[in-house]
């Protein structure tokens, strides 16, 4: 049972969302001004703040597993108000920008990034940057697929914030993200999360 302010957490969250992709759709020349509100009123009623998204690799293992099933909450816009250190994110495959990857954000703009080899320089994060690592700390770098294979990445690739992991029918958990970013996606969660529909989805 979801209480009332979670569900006034969640529709504030919906219509924050809705207002986003109203005006973003705007300033691109997607619709016209006398277009917004109805694409706010459509998004608020109709829209989701999450979808499924289906792993692939064991680059986020075990967090996330290889053919998991994984409850992405949308981001329209992201900054470094939005996204977080700690949180696993989908973002856009920089080799394959049609493909997506799942991995955990490391760093932000403004951090210094070392490396473990003395002749590599030390280099801090530009304005809109970001460094994502896979969780398997068994691979190699090349097989990991991360930003020590591809470096920083612009924080614009950044489409979601995985909540939600499902293994199997039986297995299933919330991601562990950052405080913030759990915090913040708490009531998408209590009100989008449906495991059986999660379930149905992972055999197809």
């Known amino acids: 049972m979801v209480s009332v302010g979670t569900w006034c957490r969640y529709v504030a969250?919906?219509?924050?969302?809705?207002?986003?992709?109203?005006w973003k759709s705007y300033k691109v020349g997607q619709i016209t001004e006398t277009q917004v509100g109805d694409v706010v009123w459509k998004n608020l009623f109709q829209g989701k703040l999450t979808y499924l998204h289906w792993n692939k690799g064991q680059q986020m293992a075990p967090t996330i597993v290889e053919d998991g099933t994984v409850l992405v909450r949308k981001l329209p816009t992201v900054d470094p108000m939005s996204v977080f250190i700690?949180?696993?994110?989908?973002?856009?495959?920089?080799e394959s920008p049609e493909d997506y990857l799942v991995r955990r954000l490391a760093a932000i703009e403004g951090?210094?990034?070392?490396?473990?080899?003395?002749k590599d320089e030390p280099f801090v994060l530009e304005k809109d940057q970001c460094w994502v690592l896979a969780d398997n700390e068994s691979l190699k770098p090349k097989e990991a697929r991360d930003s020590r294979t591809f470096g920083p990445l612009p924080m614009t690739d950044i489409v979601g914030r995985a909540i939600y992991s499902l293994r199997t029918a039986v297995d299933h958990c919330p991601v562990q993200n950052s405080r913030h970013g759990m915090h913040y996606d708490s009531p998408v969660l209590a009100v989008e999360l449906d495991v059986a529909e999660m379930a149905r989805s992972t055999k197809r």
Request: charged share 25%; no cysteine; net charge negative.
């Open 86 to 94: 700690g949180d696993v994110v989908v973002l856009k495959d920089p």
């Open 13 to 22: 969250h919906k219509f924050a969302y809705s207002l986003s992709i109203g």
């Open 111 to 118: 951090y210094e990034m070392a490396s473990n080899d003395e």
